[in-house]
């Protein structure tokens, strides 16, 4: 898959991976009965589990806003090194997990009565293991199931393996340069602190570089998955980071977590006009 960047136009790169937020955008339908719900651990205790190729465990219950082809893609995508990360893991692709005060309920279909309280995902943890739980009738494309997804692949993974020093060299070098802009709020937040000084001006840098790591490990997973226009990724509450810097990212992580068989990398860059 590309990703493609406006500028100067440059050759088809080599193939090459929060806290980002998912944007969710509510649907609303009409419904004659309201959705059924079930507790997360009642959901885990009936719903088969698969596991794809590349090792990630998952699952389907209830009325899902992807098809099952997409869905497998999706899974697919992630590179078998990051997928090594996820183990003990499991992700659950549901109509809508529900905050209801310290509980959380899943609906085996969109409820609009529910909606105002779902949330784009739910952690639950049973033993050693942890269950994700995600929301998908709250997003109304492929392209938001699979970035919410992919999120919580890289926090995940930055969780368990921590930063690649080489991504940290680049990262901070691109601060030092004055690139403009960053990957997520929270990754624009923690620059801020970062390199304001103080006390904690260390802890901010690690927090930063916590942050854009899986920022950048997400976006890059995407663009296995789908073509991703640097355009797509825009926010309000930030400056997204220039073109180039992002380009140079993705191409480290690539670098560290090669695409699997069947998925490509490709920064293409494209004239205005």
Known sequence: MSFPIWGTPRSRYPRRPERHVAVCRIGQMSQAAPAITRSPAEVVRVTPVSQAP???????AGE???NSFDLERMIAAVPTKVAAALERK???FVPLAVSQGDETV???????????????????NLGDSQCVFISTRLMDDKFSVAFEFYIN?????VERAGVS????ELAWSQVEAGVRGETSLDAWEARKLATAGGPDAE????EYLDATFSDTISIYLLSLYLDVDY????????????????????????????????????VLYKRRG
Do not use: M, Q, W
């Open 54 to 60: 590349n090792g990630i465990c998952y699952a389907v």
């Open 90 to 92: 499991a992700y659950y």
């Open 165 to 168: 020093h080489d991504f940290s």
């Open 203 to 206: 802890r901010f840098k690690n």
């Open 231 to 266: 355009y797509d990724l825009r926010e309000r509450d930030y400056p997204l980071l220039a073109p180039s810097a992002l380009a140079e990212r993705l191409r480290k992580v690539a670098e560290l977590f090669p695409p699997n068989t069947g998925f490509e990398f490709a």
């Open 153 to 157: 692949v890289g926090h995940a993974l």
């Open 106 to 124: 899943i609906a085996d279909r969109y409820d609009v009565a529910l909606s105002d309280n779902a949330v784009c995902h739910r952690n639950l």
């Open 64 to 66: 899902v806003a992807v």
